[in-house]
């Protein structure tokens, strides 16, 4: 049994087990799936709360790309999705020292909350792209699960580390310049590094997104295509090159602020079950 197999099995165990009168888990349910519904594609719901129909799987390897731990089988999103990652991986090939990119997380088969992991990466939309420079493009199958990416961060990601080169900056403002993309997530660091760096037109910067996290991969999302009407869009970034936001961030991490003993206690997120998905994602699932 293949590992894509053995975790599918497992989730729909963990659904089949559910207690007595509770629903099971729309991750267990999309978890369980390991292709794509026979639908035309469209995205449905949010980033986060949502699935996709009719996904397309990128293939494990291409002239500019490669797609990593293929035991996760989520290498699968909207057309425009792989097109983009083709797009910019060609770009990236022209980079020193780079072949094209390795490629991590898109979405599941149908997209979808998963077993582990992310809670976005939901309709297809979101690529999560590796900052190790890919100087290979023909690793095993083994091997992609076992080689990591390299982080770029220094200082708990105040600033970057030495792997950081400017053939990063060129890639990450390479897809910040792409219509299709609505944000980019990064640490914070790097956003400031950019903004330090950048010496021409700086309105890209405005798609780059500092977030906890995102020091190993740079995160890419995608705006809902033209006439995809399940889709629902997040809120475009605030106007300005979002350099001050970063260097905030920045500061926050080198001097962080005294803990309000006033702030409420956050609230653990509750785990989604397929009612609170649209209602698309009933048929997505329910698809041979």
Same mark, same amino acid.
């Given at each position: ?45 949010? $980033? ?53 990119? $390795? ?55 105040? $600033? ?33 590094q950019m903004c330090k760096d950048e010496k021409g037109n700086r309105a890209w910067l405005r798609k780059v997104r500092p977030w906890y996290g995102h020091h190993y991969h740079f995160h890419v999302r995608l705006a809902c295509p033209r006439g995809a009407r399940g889709c629902v869009d997040q809120d475009t970034p605030p106007a300005g090159d979002g350099c001050d936001d970063a260097q905030q961030w920045v500061n926050n991490i080198l001097n962080p602020p005294p803990p309000d003993p006033n702030a409420p206690k956050p609230k653990p997120s509750?785990? $989604? ?16």
């Amino acid at each position: 049994m293949t590992m894509i197999r053995l975790l599918a099995s497992l989730a729909l165990i963990l659904g089949l087990c559910a207690p007595a009168g509770a629903a099971p888990l729309a991750k267990q349910l999309f978890g369980a799936k390991s292709t794509a519904s026979n639908h035309q594609p469209a995205p449905f719901g949010s $980033y986060s709360k949502g699935c996709v129909a009719g996904a397309v799987q990128l293939p494990e390897t291409g002239p500019t790309w490669q797609a990593m731990r293929l035991s996760r089988n989520r290498n699968w999103g909207y057309p425009e999705t792989l097109s983009f990652i083709q797009d910019l991986s060609r770009e990236a090939a022209r980079q020193p020292g780079w072949k094209g990119l $390795y490629i991590g997380d898109i979405s599941q088969p149908r997209g979808g909350p998963m077993i582990s992991g992310h809670r976005s990466h939901q309709i297809g939309l979101d690529i999560d792209i590796w900052m190790l420079p890919a100087t290979r493009l023909d690793l095993s199958p083994q091997q992609r699960e076992s080689i990591s990416s390299i982080s770029m961060q220094r200082a708990e990601g105040a $600033y970057v580390n030495g792997s950081w080169t400017r053939a990063h900056h060129e890639i990450i403002k390479a897809a910040a310049k792409d219509k299709r993309v609505a944000r980019i997530f990064v640490f914070p660091g790097a956003k400031v590094q950019m903004c330090k760096d950048e010496k021409g037109n700086r309105a890209w910067l405005r798609k780059v997104r500092p977030w906890y996290g995102h020091h190993y991969h740079f995160h890419v999302r995608l705006a809902c295509p033209r006439g995809a009407r399940g889709c629902v869009d997040q809120d475009t970034p605030p106007a300005g090159d979002g350099c001050d936001d970063a260097q905030q961030w920045v500061n926050n991490i080198l001097n962080p602020p005294p803990p309000d003993p006033n702030a409420p206690k956050p609230k653990p997120s509750r785990e $989604y079950v397929l009612a609170d998905l649209p209602p698309q994602c009933a048929t997505v699932l329910q698809s041979n």
